[in-house]
């Protein structure tokens, strides 16, 4: 199984990426997906999870209303939009379903 993160990059405050996390070798439409993101020197924080059941979401308070979490079963991929981009959300960010991690990309926002 695997899960590839990618869409990372440098981006100006106040901009957009998205990212995306395609998962092989399982089919994930029935498992919860979600992102975590890691600062430097910080320990890994959720981001947002979508459920398998009716697509429900949550986020964390820090994006709420800047980050969009979904998902397409049908290619076995995982989204992230961000929007309004902070320096603060500079890390390397994370898909995870079940135990299984992505290998990270990494997000830079300048100021």
């Known amino acids: 199984v695997q899960l590839q993160a990618s869409g990372g990059g440098l981006v100006q405050a106040g901009g957009s990426l998205r990212l995306s996390c395609a998962a092989s070798?399982?089919?994930?439409?029935?498992?919860?997906m979600g992102w975590f993101r890691q600062a430097p020197g910080k320990e890994r924080e959720f981001v947002a999870v979508?459920?398998?059941?009716?697509?429900?979401?949550n986020y964390a308070d820090s994006v709420k209303g800047r980050f969009t979490i979904s998902r397409d079963n049908a290619k076995n991929t995982v989204y992230l939009q961000m929007n309004s981009l902070k320096p603060e959300d500079t890390a390397v960010y994370y898909c995870?379903?079940?135990?299984?991690w992505g290998q990270g990309t990494l997000v830079t926002v300048s100021s």
């Open positions: 995870k379903a079940l135990w299984y």
């Open positions: 070798g399982r089919t994930f439409s029935r498992y919860n």
């Open positions: 979508i459920r398998w059941t009716a697509g429900t979401t």
